[in-house]
């Protein structure tokens, strides 16, 4: 199997044969996602999108945590409506995405590295994986499309209550409520037992199952309510991250932070 690597400042993109690999990379700081990181992310689900080659990407977090979600202390510089502006493209490239779109969670999936879940063709887990979206603890509100496609996945009454509570599953939960196909081994072991899985089963199939990918989502949801979907949730997190809620939480953030290192 050919394998070629790429390394972007915040991201890995690795080419095994057909299989295009996308490694969130900030592992001092559990993969959280930077402005950087969101672009770069949308950048090489584009190019696996344009890649004849490719008939399958994988995402998955080096080190111990898959994502922990949005950077909040990113750079100060970065204006609130171009970082979102970033988040909405990242999810647009989730959405867009024409091939098979893989997860596999090897650690925490905290925030839009959960709620994108929903957009994947098949998310495995590795025991260690755990999944939470503590937005309204923030004073935000759910993104990746999470507004619909958790209902769809999970039913109404279990997604309600896992985006309100904020609670903590771990890959057995998750799997119950239907977030997850299946949990594998941990480290490179369970990675490459993925991929030659996937391959086995399925690349002898690609045209068919590309076809059927877009005539299953066209059954259930289509392509442009998630768009809509995406835009309403980047409009009311405009609001939310100008709102006095955001403001104290971030505040006792780090009052708390201050007061930790103090003992």
């Known amino acids: 199997m050919v394998k070629v690597n790429f390394r972007m400042s915040s991201i890995l993109v690795n080419y095994e044969g057909s299989v295009q690999i996308i490694s969130f990379n900030r592992p001092n700081k559990l993969n959280a996602i930077s402005f950087q990181c ?6 090489a689900l584009k190019e ?9 990407t994988i995402l998955t977090g080096v080190g111990k945590a898959y994502s922990s979600g949005t ?6 510089i970065i204006d609130i409506e171009d970082r979102l502006i970033a988040t909405r493209d990242f999810v647009r490239a989730f959405i867009d995405y024409p091939k098979l779109l893989v997860a596999l969670v ?71 409520i239907g977030l997850v196909n299946e ?12 991929i030659k899985k996937i391959t086995t089963e ?11 990918k877009s005539m299953m989502l066209n059954g259930v ?26 403001q104290n939480s971030i505040a006792n953030y780090f009052k708390q932070r201050m007061l930790k290192n103090k003992l």
């Open 38 to 43: 969101y672009n770069e992310v949308t950048k």
């Open 48 to 56: 696996g999108a344009n890649n004849d080659t490719v008939f399958l």
């Open 71 to 76: 950077d909040l202390f990113d750079s100060p």
């Open 106 to 176: 090897n650690g925490p999936a905290i925030g839009i590295a959960c709620t994108t879940l929903g957009l994947c063709d098949l998310v495995y887990a590795t025991k260690t994986a755990t999944f939470s979206c503590p937005f309204h603890k923030l004073g935000l509100t759910i993104e990746g499309c999470s507004s619909i496609t958790f209902p769809l996945i999970m039913g109404k009454t279990r997604a309600t209550e896992f985006l309100y509570s904020g609670k903590t599953l771990n890959a057995i939960d998750a799997q119950k």
């Open 183 to 194: 949990i594998i081994n941990d480290g490179v072991s369970g990675r490459n037992q993925l």
């Open 202 to 212: 399925l690349a002898f199939y690609k045209l068919p199952i590309v076809y059927s």
């Open 221 to 246: 949801i289509t392509r442009d309510e998630l768009h809509e979907a995406n835009d309403r949730e980047i409009e009311r997190l405009k609001e939310r991250f100008n709102s006095d809620d955001f």
